[in-house]
């Protein structure tokens, strides 16, 4: 397995790392065995990053995770990195009310996730959305309290734009940035990756796929489950899903080409773009994970990135990535 350096302070970890919340939630129902065999098999292959947040199915996703981990071999087990989102307040209902990033919830979270996790310290902690009610140095410092303490090893970030990111590395070392990152949202490349390359700080790409919309194996006919996030999302809603697979048809001309398949290449464009940069894949079934896996084995020359970013110009998708109302949230949108 091919390693990467979160920044200049944070861990070394796989090139890829898992990202666990449709084990849970928002994705439709999953399957608990196969969930449990495809960390297994993860970690089996080499990837050592695992990430989720105390708010995936309201702590099942680290539930799951400590199983996983508790019936690993014992030398997977002690190469896992754990990255846990926290600050997400949650109906009873499954509906989210907003974010809560005072110090005292801060360490509030980070109790129960240890409790579920089952371990005595979390690999890297970082608030889920910043909370427009505190400063964001009030909550990296909470954090870097729970450093000190043994707690917590390394403190994230997650969707802030440039500015909070100078604010918030001022305070404490910042390991990484986790923010959406793929062919259909690029907003990072203007102002959000320059800042953390001159900081130091590297990035967890999620959303890699565009929630599977340029996975390859997402169609115009598909019926999405009640209890699926992308029912509500722009991006798979009427003309703007229609315009979005006919760039999704144009990448697989490309992907047709170089013999594999539309995601190993959507993948393999997140990783060309530096090492710095960790794509997290949200596979939820072994086969899909065993697809991700082999975009790593994939070099994309000079002539192939031009034709992808002609298939996929910057800016060519269709519709916001969150509702209205989920966008209000995103530090890094504004």
Known sequence: ???RTLGTTGPQTSALGLG???MSALYGD???????ATVHAALDAGITLLDTGDFYGMGHNELLINEALRTAPAAAREKARISVKFGALRTVEGGFTGYDGRPNAVKNFAAYSLQRLGTDHIDIYRIARVDPDVPIEETVGAIAELVEAGHVRHIGLSEVGAQTLRRAAAVAPISDLQIEYSLLSRGIEEAILPTARELGIGI?????LSRGLISGHFTRDRKLAA????GMSPRFQGENLDRNLDLVDALRKIADQKGVSVAQTAIAWVLSRGTDIVPLVGARRRDRLTEALGALDITLDADDLSAIEHAIPPGAAAGDRYPTEQMAHLDSEH
């Open 227 to 230: 209890n699926d996030f992308r």
């Open 20 to 22: 666990c919340m449709g």
């Open 30 to 36: 999953s399957d608990r065995s196969e969930s449990l």
């Open 204 to 208: 967890t790409a999620y959303g890699v």
């Open 1 to 3: 397995m091919q390693t």
